[in-house]
């Protein structure tokens, strides 16, 4: 079911919070693009669609293995709608709410989290691979893992990054597909 979400990563950049706010209509499968358009964060205690960092949407090129994946998890599990308010970049919540169907969904049809894909596949298989230590118990009775920044999702971005400049895509052009700032590069 989550098979997806690193392919995102490693095949288009994605951060894990803009894989959680991906829907199927973010594919363009013709033009063989996949447009970054929005991203899940919490606030305080709530869950908030909200532009990718840095405020503006991007598209990234979808490579052909990445789309039939893609295809694959859209015939398997369909998406379903996900309203939730939506933050602008002054930090204030819209005045309406936002609707968008979103591939990924928590065991209780709710949107998937970060945190909760972090914790409970993420990790896990990292352990399970040997990779990182396993999970220790909590005196809540939860569980905790060693923090990893180094195995951490956000490794996926560098391997794209490191792809696409292997594969000979300019640095500005890496930038681009990656939401990151030309500031500095003029």
Known sequence: EFRLVPL???????????????????????????????????????????????????????P????????????AFPSAPCTLPWMNEDGKTAREPHTVPILF???SGRHLSP???????????????????????REDGGIAYAASSENGFHLLRHIYSQTLQDAGVALPGVMVFMGHSMKGLR
């Open 8 to 62: 995102l990563g490693t095949g288009c950049g994605m951060r894990i919070s803009e894989v959680m706010g991906i829907g199927p209509d973010d594919f363009d499968f013709e033009a063989e693009r996949v447009h970054i358009r929005r991203q899940l964060i919490r606030f305080g205690k709530r869950w908030m669609f909200k532009a990718p960092k840095g405020g503006k949407e991007r598209s990234a090129p979808l």
């Open 64 to 75: 052909s293995g990445v789309a039939r994946e893609v295809k694959r998890h859209v015939g």
């Open 105 to 107: 969904r928590s065991g």
């Open 115 to 137: 945190t909760v894909y972090t914790n409970n596949v993420w990790k896990p298989i990292l352990t399970k691979l040997g990779i990182i230590e396993p999970a220790t118990k």
